[in-house]
């Protein structure tokens, strides 16, 4: 048995707006993870250029947190074996032009950078990302 992990997921603002919650968390369920914590929030800016401060020397970054802060957001934590990994295949490559069809950003996506889900990269990522959103405990 592998070892149960804890990821975080942000449907975005474009997915909100879509009408793709149910679609896009029914899709975590499937896979047979739990969703254990749920919250839809309005990102302030500031959390959200902490969130995305690796990229805040990129070109996009403006376009980013405009999009992410552009309407309320769901924030879960999915927990499993190798959620991580699992919820990273179930929503697909960043870029939609190139996340495969079938996936979350495959099946919905069209142009960055909407593409309707952001998830935890690694387990210190998730810690952090967790804490971040729905505080320590
Ligand atoms: P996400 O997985 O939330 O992590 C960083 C986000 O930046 C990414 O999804 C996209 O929304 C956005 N992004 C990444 N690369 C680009 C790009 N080249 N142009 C515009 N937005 C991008």
Same mark, same amino acid.
């Given at each position: 048995?592998?070892?149960? %992990?804890?990821?975080?997921?942000?449907?975005?603002?474009? =997915? !909100?707006?879509? @009408?793709?919650?149910?679609?896009?968390?029914? /899709?975590?369920?499937?896979?047979?993870?739990?969703?254990?914590?749920?919250?839809?929030?309005?990102?302030?800016?500031?959390?959200?250029?902490?969130?995305?401060?690796?990229?805040?020397?990129?070109?996009?970054?403006?376009?980013?947190? %405009?999009?992410?802060?552009?309407?309320?957001?769901?924030? =879960? !934590?999915?927990? @499993?074996?190798?959620?991580?990994?699992?919820? /990273?295949?179930?929503?697909?490559?960043?870029?939609?032009?190139?996340?495969?069809?079938?996936?979350?950003?495959?099946?919905?996506?069209?142009?960055?950078?909407?593409?309707?889900?952001?998830?935890?990269?690694?387990?210190?990522?998730?810690?952090?990302?967790?804490?971040?959103?729905?505080?320590?405990?």
């Amino acid at each position: 048995m592998s070892q149960v %992990e804890q990821t975080f997921v942000m449907i975005k603002p474009e =997915a !909100v707006q879509r @009408g793709l919650i149910g679609e896009i968390l029914s /899709r975590f369920e499937r896979k047979g993870l739990k969703i254990t914590r749920l919250a839809m929030k309005q990102i302030e800016p500031s959390v959200a250029e902490v969130h995305y401060r690796h990229h805040r020397d990129k070109p996009f970054f403006p376009g980013l947190i %405009e999009a992410i802060t552009a309407g309320p957001v769901v924030l =879960a !934590v999915i927990e @499993g074996p190798q959620a991580i990994a699992h919820v /990273r295949n179930l929503i697909g490559a960043t870029n939609p032009l190139q996340a495969v069809p079938g996936s979350i950003r495959g099946d919905f996506a069209n142009e960055l950078p909407y593409n309707m889900v952001h998830a935890s990269d690694g387990p210190e990522t998730a810690r952090e990302e967790i804490a971040r959103f729905f505080g320590e405990e």
